[in-house]
């Protein structure tokens, strides 16, 4: 016998014994309850945009919350400043050495 | 009941009429899928995906061709699919084995309990180019002539006939390389 005919017979027997394997003889019913599931509707074009856009969406929001919390800690910086100012008078050493404070 | 007429039903909204044909072609569906995937539970699991994305693409069947001939084509599809996605994870776990992280054993046991012969075969079958691998598995698996071969694969009789040389040649010349010398 020729080098490959023996794997041919082999490919042969293999075929024939996979030809007579049967499938699970419910297997029409587990399709059915497959399509009769809500989920078993298959995505479409809305959610292939829908998601893309929704995560961009979500990023642009965190963007303009960052830049909202920045500007309003700026603006609660200047009026601390307004206080230090007055407080700079109050220290200065000339202050008491004045003599209409005595 | 013609075929034609159960679909026209089924896209009026009778759902139910959609097991008159899953139970018609299961058989077939599976016996095709086996050619490509050699095991049972993934060709049923696939024959199920099969059915499932056919019936949410009844709206496009056009019947030019026939709808076994429609059917088969997605059968085909979802089984290289599949041999496609399954030689990606064979590769990635023989990295993950290399760098030690994970452990071939399962595959190992599997390539154990089976015959190394029928491992040969089946490599020799996947190693074949897709359009000869599928000719060779409807002529094999579905008995199909080669005329609808031809139908079924847009090719000329002609053309089938040279893919089915071909792929003949290729396996015989695989299996002579894996032959042990005398």
């Known amino acids: ?102 | 009941m013609d075929e034609l007429i159960i679909i026209q039903e089924i896209l009026a909204g009778e759902q139910d009429k959609y097991a008159l044909l899953v139970k018609k072609y299961t058989d077939p569906v599976f016996r095709l899928v086996m050619g490509f995937v050699h095991q049972q539970q993934d060709a049923e699991d696939i024959t199920q995906e099969v059915f499932i994305r056919a019936y949410h693409a009844l709206g496009r069947f056009e019947q030019r061709a026939s709808f076994s001939t429609w059917l088969f084509r997605i059968a085909i599809n979802q089984s290289q699919t599949y041999i496609k996605r399954k030689k990606r994870r064979a590769a990635w776990e023989k990295t993950l084995a290399f760098f030690g992280a994970a452990s071939p054993a399962g595959s190992v046991t599997a390539m154990l309990d089976e015959k190394e012969e029928y491992r040969v075969v089946r490599e020799a079958l996947n190693q074949l180019p897709l359009r000869q691998q599928q000719a060779f598995i409807l002529s094999k698996y579905q008995e199909m002539s080669q005329r609808e071969i031809a139908g079924l694969m847009h090719l000329t009789e002609g053309a089938v006939e040279q893919l089915l040389m071909r792929a003949k040649s290729r396996l015989r010349d695989y299996f002579e390389k894996k032959s042990p010398e005398p």
């Open chain 1, 1 to 102: 016998m020729k080098k490959h005919e023996r794997y041919e017979q082999v490919m042969n027997e293999m075929i024939r014994q996979e030809k007579e394997i049967s499938p699970d003889p419910w297997l029409h019913s587990r399709v059915m309850a497959r399509l009769s599931k809500p989920e078993s509707v298959p995505a479409g074009w809305l959610p292939v945009i829908l998601k893309p856009a929704l995560a961009a969406a979500s990023l642009l929001l965190v963007l303009w919350l960052g830049i909202q919390t920045g500007s309003s800690w700026k603006q609660e910086q200047g009026s601390a400043a307004v206080v230090l100012e007055n407080d700079y008078h109050a220290e200065h050493f000339s202050f008491y050495t004045q003599a209409e404070n005595e």
